[in-house]
């Protein structure tokens, strides 16, 4: 558990603050609620609060989640979701208008007379504008008479849809113990609300300020003005200044992003700021995800939305719903699909699937709500629907949308691409309103970005912000571009990162097998994970373990779930004999052995989900045991864990090593136990006719190797000697040993001389090259340096 009395000087004031009011409730702070009034940002704060303080944390709320359940109580009515609310409304529009009409449109329309609302905009205000017309205003007035239809229909049931009930908000005032992080939208309902609350509950991050700004408020546009007038601090530049780059072409993005993400990689050190990437056009989540984020796997948290329809899980969906397949085949498929392939799927494409079948669902549920217009709402949710990953908020790389980062230091941050119309965002791109007409609403959304903007730089030391010049394809730099540029006194750096001609590489890796490489071998200590490397390919042990070969930082596998438990439960029953009975103490042990593990809680994000489930498995085996009375990986009788054996072998030409997990008494025999979280097959045959396969190495040969290591250690008699793999996770209650057949063990001395031949042939070979057929290929690190034939045409990875 955190110290609650532990502070990071390096995080934000506004956050300091904030978790020095809550400290004062430690551990108890259920009682306060906390909003995050940039909406987007309230998943960091939870992170944040979550991660310092920790105890019985408080109520965490987005600004829009706060203002429905206002409402809410202010009205007694209920909340319609966003999805039924849109259902109700498309209905309405099509009984108005006789016919049936396109979801897309009514979702443009909603989005309208939701910005209408929010800005309080009322016919009266459009009337007295110059430009626009009489047939525009009767149209427009058409539209707000269906938006009272609509909010009186939802009232007569109970309901009502929060964005069109906002005015309700502006009269309210905040309640004892509720909290405000940063500054929302500030439109007229907003700013009356927060012209309300207390200054000794809001905690707002002061914005950064470059030193060519104007001390006194400029007339131009600026958020220095919306800071001045609701009276938020603000800092001044006075370190390093951002660094600002227009790029020609847009496959430039992804070669800028690259470069950075090495460098951070290459010079961070163990827990050291993040590097944020910041995606001012998240239509580019999709391009840049596949084309650069997606290999780097748990090196990358991603928090932009990925658009849906990218997915062939959801082009099966949406072909159902076109053809008119039931949902429960297409649902049924998809799941079926999913379970076959998960260990093959990356994290997109599984949250894909599951988002298709979270859809399938859905839309059975709102079936009887939609009526007649399923076929054309059940295919607009698919193309709407976005997916979100889930990654570490500890991952050295931070991929978000401004607003995403409250108040999270960070050391360097790339934002990019700063364009024309990207930002600062257009308010409202349709067919109804255009922005010349509301000039308010344009400056209001302006003052909102450049804020945000300012308050993100305002946490790190360095930023790079780059934007896009490509004359061809429409692309501008946005004018605030150079603007800040001129602020923070920098001089843009125009550059052309043409991408290099991609060509399959040919030729095959060969590895010379030279007198001093094949002493080298001959002087090793082998062990099975090495014998296993070797005998299958000795490309691969030559350059990992002789060469010392790894991947880039960026390419380096995270630790599996499963690796960080067996690791664990090793260490514990090494820890375990020691108290007894351990079937009776192995629980409290557990529990304590588990909590105090740090690379559990800071590797495992689900570490409490985890250890339910790791205790349970154990519990079967305790419990079974004790019904049978065949105490084994209970024992209290192992007389050594963890234990280093070594022995010559071949006539003594090679070196053998091994740990054995444990040895134990069991009757008058002596048993070699190895402890496997999750079981593995295993083929069949004796082991001795398997030794000269060239593709696999069986898991049995461990034990074989821990049989001879014991044997010729003298810690064991060959005729009271039996060896078994112990699965912690059992198929079948009470099936969790695999024994090593006693024909193998009367054959172990045979087997390793057959061993030791292999290695004399491979030595005696003029020269190693790969073996695509071998059972670790496909998991190999070095498939690029092998050159393996058709690995880039057929879509595989190089990592």
């Known amino acids: 558990m955190p110290d609650p009395n532990s502070r990071q000087e390096d995080l934000h004031p506004a956050v300091d603050a904030l978790i020095d009011r809550l400290r004062a409730s430690y551990p108890d702070m259920s009682a306060f609620t906390i909003v995050s009034m940039t909406d987007r940002g309230r998943d960091f704060l939870h992170h944040l609060v979550h991660t310092r303080i920790g105890g019985l944390l408080p109520t965490i709320l987005s600004f829009s989640d706060y203002r429905t359940r206002r409402i809410a109580d202010a009205s007694g009515r209920t909340a319609v979701?966003?999805?039924?609310?849109?259902?109700?409304f498309h209905g309405l529009r099509c009984r108005e208008a006789g016919r049936s009409l396109p979801p897309a449109d009514t979702q443009r329309l909603l989005s309208f007379l939701t910005m209408i609302a929010d800005f309080s905009v009322t016919m009266d205000e459009l009337r007295v504008l110059d430009r626009i017309g009489p047939e525009q205003l009767d149209r427009i007035d058409r539209f707000f008479a269906t938006m009272e239809d609509f909010r009186a229909r939802l009232a007569s049931s109970g309901l009502f849809y929060p964005p069109f009930e906002a005015a309700r908000f502006a009269d309210l005032t905040p309640e004892k113990n509720e909290l405000f992080f940063g500054l929302p939208l500030m439109t007229p309902v907003n700013e009356r609300f927060f012209n309300r609350i207390p200054q000794d509950r809001l905690f707002v991050d002061a914005p950064l300020f470059g030193p060519q700004m104007p001390v006194e408020t400029p007339e131009f546009e600026t958020s220095l003005s919306l800071v001045r007038r609701i009276g938020v601090d603000e800092t001044r530049h006075h370190g390093e200044p951002p660094e600002f780059t227009e790029l020609a072409e847009r496959s430039a993005l992804p070669a800028l992003l690259a470069g950075e993400i090495d460098d951070v990689l290459r010079e961070r050190q163990g827990d050291g700021e993040p590097l944020f990437i910041v995606l001012l056009d998240e239509t580019l989540s999709f391009y840049l995800w596949e084309f650069l984020f997606r290999p780097l796997g748990g090196q990358v948290n991603f928090a932009p939305w990925i658009p849906f329809t990218h997915f062939a899980a959801a082009h099966r969906l949406r072909s159902a719903i076109h053809t008119g397949q039931?949902?429960?085949?297409?649902?049924?498929?998809?799941?079926?699909?999913?379970?076959?392939?998960?260990?093959?799927?990356?994290?997109?494409?599984?949250?894909?699937?599951e988002g298709a079948i979270t859809l399938c669902d859905e839309l059975e549920r709102l079936r009887p709500l939609i009526g007649g217009e399923w076929s054309a709402l059940a295919e607009h949710f698919v193309a709407t629907k976005k997916l979100r990953l889930h990654g570490r908020r500890t991952a050295p790389i931070q991929v978000v949308g401004l607003g995403d980062a409250t108040g999270v230091p960070y050391g360097r941050a790339v934002i990019l691409p700063m364009n024309s119309g990207v930002f600062p965002r257009e308010p409202f791109s349709g067919p109804y309103l255009n922005l010349i007409h509301l000039p308010r609403i344009y400056r209001t959304q302006y003052e909102a970005d450049d804020l945000a903007l300012r308050q993100f730089l305002s946490f790190g030391r360095s930023a790079h912000i780059a934007a896009l010049y490509n004359q061809a394809g429409g692309q501008a730099p946005s004018p605030y571009f150079s603007f800040l540029a001129i602020e923070f006194d920098s001089r843009t750096v125009k550059r052309r990162m043409v991408p290099v001609p991609f060509s399959v590489p040919t030729g095959s890796l060969a590895i010379e097998n030279t007198d001093e490489l094949r002493e080298q071998l001959r002087r090793y200590t082998w062990s099975f994970s090495s014998l296993k490397k070797f005998f299958?390919?000795?490309?691969?042990?030559?350059?990992?373990?002789?060469?010392?070969?790894?991947?880039?930082?960026?390419?380096?596998?995270?630790?599996?779930?499963?690796?960080?438990?067996?690791?664990?439960?090793?260490?514990?029953?090494?820890?375990?004999?020691?108290?007894?009975?351990?079937?009776?103490?192995?629980?409290?042990?557990?529990?304590?052995?588990?909590?105090?593990?740090?690379?559990?809680?800071?590797?495992?994000?689900?570490?409490?989900?985890?250890?339910?489930?790791?205790?349970?498995?154990?519990?079967?085996?305790?419990?079974?045991?004790?019904?049978?009375?065949?105490?084994?990986?209970?024992s209290d009788d192992v007389t050594a864990a963890e234990l280093e054996l070594r022995a010559p072998f071949g006539s003594g030409r090679y070196r053998l090593k091994g740990r054995l997990d444990r040895l134990q008494h069991q009757g008058d025999r002596e048993l070699i136990a190895d402890l496997k979280y999750k079981e593995k097959t295993s083929r069949k045959g004796l082991l001795a006719d398997q030794v000269e396969d060239p593709d696999s190495f069986d898991d049995r040969f461990q034990l074989l190797i821990y049989a001879y290591l014991a044997l010729h250690s003298g810690r064991a008699a060959p005729d009271r000697l039996d060896?078994?793999?112990l699965f912690l996770r059992p198929r079948v209650?009470?099936?969790?040993?695999?024994?090593?057949?006693?024909?193998?063990?009367?054959?172990?001395?045979?087997?390793?001389e057959r061993i030791a031949r292999r290695l004399d042939a491979l030595l005696a070979q003029e020269c190693f090259i790969p073996n695509f057929r071998a059972d670790g290929c496909p998991y190999c690190p070095c498939k690029a340096l092998c050159l393996r034939p058709d690995l880039y045409r057929t879509g595989g990875r190089p990592w």
């Open 81 to 88: 979701p966003e999805d039924e609310a849109f259902i109700h």
């Open 326 to 353: 039931g949902l429960a085949t297409a649902r049924r498929d998809l799941v079926a699909e999913l379970t076959a392939r998960w260990s093959e799927l990356d994290e997109a494409d599984r949250s894909a699937f």
């Open 536 to 634: 299958t390919c000795s490309c691969r042990f030559i350059l990992e373990d002789m060469q010392g070969l790894t991947p880039p930082p960026c390419f380096e596998a995270e630790d599996s779930a499963n690796l960080l438990i067996g690791d664990f439960l090793h260490r514990f029953f090494a820890e375990l004999k020691e108290h007894r009975p351990a079937v009776d103490l192995w629980r409290e042990r557990f529990d304590e052995c588990w909590e105090r593990e740090e690379e559990l809680q800071v590797k495992l994000p689900d570490q409490a989900v985890r250890k339910a489930i790791v205790s349970s498995h154990l519990g079967d085996i305790a419990a079974w045991e004790k019904e049978t009375g065949r105490l084994l990986l209970f």
């Open 723 to 725: 060896a078994a793999h």
């Open 733 to 752: 209650r009470g099936d969790y040993e695999s024994r090593l057949a006693l024909e193998d063990l009367a054959h172990c001395d045979e087997t390793m």
